[in-house]
């Protein structure tokens, strides 16, 4: 009887959380992907993770490099399903034994998930930040971070994130020139001109000669059109962070332990309340 009874199945969870259905840049999916562990924890409910299978290479603002395939970014993030084996979220977001993820179905942007569009969900989770990325919950994510093997980060004492490439001249979410000179301009005048600066984007050199970086900021580097894990894992690890309008440097900002600095701006995803606001 005893045996029967260790071996009896476990029955299949009534509703779960996936994040299904996307195929934007590895930033958005990554940070999508965050805000379905967040809202599984708050809600009690398990979390069934969905891999990434496409990643939007057009999207050059996530700084796309040729070795950064869907399945090396899977890795790369550790995400995993919590303890439900044999039950995955299908397409339609059904668990594999026919019990519904949410009734309605996967976990896109205009798809219903019961009466609530599952766009609600994520946004849901952005725009109440503190409330659903709690401590525990930033601290699960980064144990999922770090249970994979990473790339070597650039030493920088200041990671600033500056978006450009998909983000044009019009665009509301591109860093401006004026955001990056008062970012240079305060780091060097509270931290000291030999502090080193780590700028991350992409584009050509010469969109940045308007700073003369060689004679004003000596100890500023340039990191233009690196690979994703590279460069995420940089800003991730970095001692003080500034994070552009952009789900790449929100989700690094995530995981990063330390100093996180943001502007004034219409963002999807408010900043958590620890997080410091430049002027």
Not at 72 to 79: H, R
Not at 132 to 148: F, I
Not at 222 to 227: F, M, R, T
């Amino acid at each position: 009887l005893a045996k029967a009874q260790q071996e009896k199945p476990i029955p299949p969870p009534s509703e779960c959380v996936c994040i299904d259905g996307r195929e934007d840049g590895f930033g958005a999916q990554y940070q999508a992907k965050t805000s379905g562990v967040a809202w599984a924890r708050a809600k009690g409910i398990p979390y069934i993770h969905v891999p990434f299978n496409t990643i939007d290479a057009g999207n050059k603002h996530n700084l796309a490099g040729t070795n950064d395939t869907s399945e090396a970014l899977e890795q790369f993030t550790g995400m995993r399903s919590d303890l439900l084996e044999g039950f995955t979220c299908t397409k339609g977001g059904r668990l594999s034994r026919e019990k519904i993820c949410h009734k309605g179905g996967r976990l896109g942007r205009e798809t219903i998930c019961g009466s609530t569009p599952c766009s609600c969900l994520i946004r849901e989770v952005y725009w109440h930040s503190t409330m659903y990325y709690t401590p525990e919950v930033r601290a699960e994510l980064r144990r999922m971070y770090n249970a994979s093997p990473k790339p070597i980060p650039q030493n920088c004492d200041t990671a600033v994130h500056v978006r450009r490439g998909d983000a044009g001249d019009s665009n509301p979410r591109r860093t401006s020139d004026k955001q990056v000179e008062n970012t240079l301009q305060h780091f060097t005048r509270k931290y000291g001109a030999n502090q080193s600066i780590c700028i991350f984007s992409e584009g050509d050199e010469s969109d940045f000669n308007a700073f003369n970086l060689t004679h004003r900021f000596p100890h500023t580097r340039l990191y233009l059109n690196g690979g994703i894990r590279e460069a995420f894992h940089s800003l991730v690890v970095a001692p003080r962070l500034v994070i552009a309008r952009s789900s790449f440097s929100y989700a690094a900002a995530l995981l990063n332990t330390e100093q996180i600095f943001y502007y004034k701006m219409a963002m999807m995803s408010k900043p958590l309340d620890h997080w410091q606001r430049l002027n």
